[in-house]
C-alpha cells in the first residue's frame, strides 16, 4: 500500500506542476484594454483591427491540455491501487488460501505442508518503501504462488514458514502422540 501511496503523491505532484506550467506560461496573459477601434480608409467603422479576436471567444490554444494530459498519470496508481484490493492471501487451519480477482475470482488452497520455499525479493526502490514480492514454491502441478508489492514481506515470509513447519511437523509425527 505504500508504494501505491507514493504513486498518488508523485501524480498529485505532477498535475500541481502542470497547472502552474499552464497559468504561467501557456494561459494568455490579460492584455490592458484597447481603444476603441478607429476606422482606416476602406475598412468599415467600427470593425476590430485585425489579429485580435472577436469578444467573448477563447484564442487558440489556450484549453488546458498539459493539466488533463497529466491527470492521465493518476490511472497508473488506481490500476494498482484496484489490483492490490483484488488480491488477498490467508492462513487458515493447515491451508494457505490465495484470492486473485476483481470481477471474477480464482482461488488456490495451498497445504502449508506442502509449501518448500519462501522467497522475498525487494528491489532498492521496494527496500525504501518498506514492501517487497514474495514467491511461495510448493511441491504439486502448479508449484508457484507470486504476491507483489507486499508490505513487511519479510515478516508475512517469516509467518507463512512457521506455520508450514508447524503444520508438516504435525502431520509427520502422526498428529496425536
Do not use: C
Not at 6 to 19: D, E
Not at 23 to 36: D, F, G, I, N, T
Not at 63 to 83: D, F, K, M, N, Q
Not at 118 to 142: A, F, K, N, P
Request: proline letters at 8%; aromatic letters at 2%; zero cysteines.
Amino acid at each position: 500500500m505504500k508504494q501505491i501511496k507514493a504513486g498518488y503523491l508523485l501524480a498529485v505532484l505532477v498535475i500541481v506542476a502542470a497547472v502552474v506550467v499552464h497559468v504561467k506560461y501557456l494561459m494568455p496573459k490579460e492584455q490592458p484594454p484597447e481603444s476603441p477601434a478607429v476606422a482606416t480608409p476602406g475598412s468599415p467603422a467600427g470593425t476590430a483591427p485585425v489579429g485580435t479576436a472577436p469578444v467573448g471567444t477563447t484564442p487558440v490554444g489556450t484549453t488546458p491540455w498539459l493539466p488533463a494530459v497529466a491527470a492521465l498519470i493518476l490511472l497508473l496508481p488506481i490500476r494498482s491501487h484496484i489490483r492490490r484490493q483484488s488480491v488477498k492471501m490467508t492462513i487458515a487451519g493447515d491451508k494457505l488460501r490465495f484470492e486473485a480477482g476483481l470481477l471474477s475470482k480464482t482461488t488456490r488452497n495451498i497445504q502449508l505442508s506442502k509449501v518448500q520455499d519462501v522467497r522475498v525479493d525487494q528491489s532498492l526502490g521496494q527496500r525504501m518503501l518498506g514492501v517487497g514480492d514474495i514467491s511461495i514454491e510448493t511441491s504439486g502441478e502448479s508449484s508457484r504462488l507470486e504476491m507483489d508489492n507486499v508490505d513487511a514481506p519479510q515478516a508475512i515470509a517469516d509467518e507463512i514458514v512457521a506455520a508450514s513447519q508447524k503444520h508438516g511437523t504435525t502431520q509427520a509425527g502422526g498428529g496425536n502422540p
